[in-house]
């Protein structure tokens, strides 16, 4: 035995954090109050307060002010509940691979991407899972769909691995790649008088009520309302759920402004009338520290898809500047 050699030395182990901390924690982050978050994930308030008061003993920090109209977050609770995200996020990984395995998928990867929704056959979103897909038929995309700001937190939180977004401005821990510029077109009624017309303007959009899901695309809205103060109008907006503004347009009940890719659904009791100088970029968003294969080759795939469809439809797409 070697006596000179230094003892192993010892370090206090980390605590074990249950899962169903986190997700008590996270439910009292969101709801801001106690009784509601109990209520969101069905357990009774004083087992939901036990559960953050542990989670606090053992970080060892206090994560909630409790005031009395409900809960509010600390310097530390803001600081954690995206590593919380992220760590269940990880849990359900595991148990989707576990299953993986005793399904006789051991080699399957889930890729889970969010992308507005709905998205046109033919679009980016449709032609990169296409082409991604069969470069990559062992993995399993997961498609869904959130509002524009959503999607950063649910990339930071881990809940999603990659998302195509309106949005070219990330957040910090995560990098965005702008892959191509749409133009937007005014979707309008068959009957409507400009259906017909080579192009309208955004003064043109002012005359009827303008169906636009302001909520959910925020960023396009964005756009939309600048070129409109620039050109001295005020739009007549009706805040309308992504999915239903095609079947109201084409009920008569009013205008919209949509990416150019939508006449590819080709929808029989609509037109689309092109607005000239008026596009929005599509970037593609992942966090810096996944090392991940398919997230990598997810993003070169949609890279390789903006450029073929910049090409092919160069009155719809342009390279992103």
Wanted: hydrophobic share 45%.
């Amino acid at each position: 035995m070697n006596t000179s050699e230094e003892p192993l030395r010892t370090t206090p182990s980390e605590p074990d954090v249950e899962p169903r901390l986190l997700r008590a924690f996270l439910a009292v982050a969101q709801e801001g109050h106690f009784g509601h978050a109990a209520s969101s994930i069905g357990v009774a308030q004083p087992a939901l307060s036990r559960q953050v008061q542990q989670l606090e003993r053992l970080l060892g920090v206090v994560l909630l002010d409790r005031t009395p109209r409900g809960a509010e977050l600390t310097a530390a609770g803001r600081l954690i509940v995206p590593y919380a995200e992220r760590a269940l996020a990880q849990n359900r990984r595991l148990v989707r691979a576990a299953r993986s395995v005793a399904t006789g998928r051991a080699d399957a990867v889930v890729l889970t991407v969010s992308a507005p929704l709905p998205g046109p056959p033919g679009g980016l979103l449709a032609e990169t899972l296409r082409s991604f897909r069969t470069a990559h038929p062992h993995v399993q995309v997961s498609v869904t769909g959130l509002d524009d700001h959503d999607e950063t937190a649910a990339l930071v939180g881990g809940r999603v691995d990659a998302v195509l977004t309106w949005d070219e401005h990330p957040v910090d821990g995560c990098a965005s790649e702008a892959l191509v510029e749409e133009h937007t077109s005014a979707l309008v009624g068959r009957e409507h008088p400009k259906a017909r017309a080579a192009k309208v303007t955004v003064s043109d959009l002012a005359d009827d009520a303008l169906l636009f899901p302001v909520r959910e695309r925020g960023h396009c809205w964005a756009q939309l309302q600048a070129a409109a103060q620039a050109a001295h109008v005020e739009l007549n907006v009706v805040p309308t759920a992504p999915s239903a503004v095609t079947d109201l347009v084409a009920a008569g009940l009013g205008v919209s402004a949509v990416p150019a890719s939508f006449r590819f659904a080709a929808h029989p009791e609509v037109a689309f009338v092109p607005i000239p100088g008026l596009y929005n970029r599509m970037s593609v968003m992942r966090r810096r520290d996944d090392d991940s294969d398919a997230v990598a080759d997810f993003v070169s795939a949609c890279r390789v898809t903006a450029r073929g469809l910049a090409t092919a439809h160069p009155d719809i797409w342009r390279p992103a500047h």
